[in-house]
C-alpha cells in the first residue's frame, strides 16, 4: 500500500538558518503530494502540494519539488523564522478520486531566536 | 468561508460515559474525514464519508466507536463506552471532490478528549 516515510525529529534550528526536511513515499500510480502545518492547538493546514513529476509547490518562502526518480518530495526553506516553528507532515494522495491522504508522522521543528 | 467547525473544543469525562464529537465541514465538500492524533501512534484516519456515505471505516479502533453523517452539513463521531485510553485530539477534515487526489483536506480545530 501507500506509505511516506519523514526523517525522525524534532528539529531545532536557529532563526534564519536553512531547513530541510526530508520526505520519501511509495505509491502506485502517480500521487499527488503534499506538505502539511500545524501549529500549536490549531489543526493541520495545507503548506504547498505538487501535483506531477519535476512540479515545485512553493508557499510563505517554503519550497518542495517532485522527485518522481528518488521518491521524495523534500522540504526546504533558506532563512526560518521564530514563527515557523510547528509540526510538519508529508502526505501523498493516489491517482484515483477519493481525496484519501497517506500521512507521514510528522516532525517538530523548533526555531530559537 | 467559515472552515470546518468542530465542537466541542475540549471534553473531559470519566471513563464509561459517552463522548460525541461534532462536525460541520465546509459547504459544497464532498468528502468528510475524521482524524486521531496522538503521541504514541500520530495522526490516524479513522472513517471517511462521500456524500454523506462512508467509505472506509478499517481505522475505527473498535465497536465502541461509531461515526454518522445524516446530512452534507453535519457529522458525529461518537465513543460509547469510553476509555482512559481514547484520549487525543480528533480532527475532522472535509474537501470537494472535484479534481480527485489533487484536492487537499480543510482541517478543523480539532476536540481535545480527556478521559479520567
Known amino acids: 500500500g501507500d506509505s511516506v516515510t519523514q526523517m525522525e525529529g524534532p528539529v531545532t534550528l536557529s532563526e534564519e538558518a536553512f531547513l530541510t526536511i526530508n520526505c520519501t513515499y511509495t505509491?502506485?500510480?502517480?500521487?499527488?503530494l503534499f506538505w502539511y502545518v500545524q501549529y500549536p492547538g490549531e489543526g493541520l493546514q495545507l503548506l504547498l502540494k505538487?501535483?506531477?513529476?519535476?512540479d515545485k509547490g512553493s508557499n510563505k518562502g517554503f519550497e518542495a519539488t517532485y522527485r518522481k526518480e528518488t521518491t521524495s518530495f523534500h522540504l526546504e526553506k533558506g532563512s526560518v523564522q521564530v514563527s515557523d516553528s510547528a509540526v510538519y507532515f508529508c502526505?501523498?494522495?493516489?491517482?484515483?478520486?477519493?481525496?484519501?491522504?497517506?500521512f507521514g508522522k510528522g516532525i517538530t521543528l523548533s526555531v530559537r531566536p | 468561508d467559515a472552515g470546518v467547525i468542530q465542537s466541542p473544543r475540549h471534553e473531559v469525562t470519566e471513563m464509561g460515559q459517552e463522548v460525541t464529537l461534532r462536525c460541520k465541514p465546509i459547504?459544497?465538500?464532498?468528502?468528510l474525514f475524521w482524524y486521531r492524533q496522538t503521541m504514541m501512534r500520530g495522526l490516524e484516519l479513522l472513517i471517511y464519508?462521500?456524500?454523506?456515505?462512508?467509505?472506509?471505516d478499517s481505522g475505527m479502533p473498535e465497536d465502541r466507536f461509531s461515526a454518522k453523517m445524516p446530512n452534507a452539513s453535519f457529522s458525529t463521531l461518537k465513543i460509547q463506552p469510553s476509555e482512559p485510553r481514547d484520549s487525543a485530539v480528533y480532527f475532522c477534515?472535509?474537501?470537494?471532490?472535484?479534481?480527485?487526489?489533487?484536492?487537499?483536506?480543510?482541517f478543523g480545530d480539532g476536540t481535545r478528549l480527556s478521559i479520567l
Open positions: 477534515a472535509s474537501s470537494p471532490s472535484t479534481g480527485g487526489g489533487n484536492q487537499p483536506q480543510h
Open positions: 505509491a502506485t500510480g502517480y500521487p499527488s
Open positions: 505538487a501535483t506531477k513529476a519535476d
Open positions: 502526505a501523498l494522495s493516489d491517482s484515483g478520486a477519493n481525496s484519501k491522504l497517506t
Open positions: 459547504s459544497g465538500h464532498d468528502y
Open positions: 464519508f462521500n456524500n454523506n456515505v462512508p467509505i472506509d
